[in-house]
């Protein structure tokens, strides 16, 4: 996998990030590396203080690997999201 921290996607990368990119290259996890690179393909540099949190990427990593590998979190994920839409939440 290509190294993170040379492609920044047009903004300087928060520490977190790079935290994560370097835990992720120690413990050779290309799944969660993998998974960190389709986040940071989705965000830009609105979404800078949210990549500032350590804990909000590891979040999104492991909730993102949960709901991939098990079919009904995912469906329960939804019906969740739903449910609060609704107003039954």
Known sequence: ????????YGYELPEAVIEHIEECEEDNDEERLETLDMILD???????????????????????????????ALLEFILERKQKECGVL
């Not at 996998?1 to 920044?8: K, Q, V």
């Not at 965000?43 to 009904?72: F, P, R, V, W």
């Open 1 to 8: 996998m290509e190294d993170l921290r040379d492609n920044n």
């Open 42 to 72: 989705l965000c830009d540099h609105t979404d800078l203080k949210m990549l500032s949190d350590y804990s909000a990427i590891e979040d999104m990593l492991n909730d993102y690997i949960n709901l991939q590998n098990d079919t009904g």
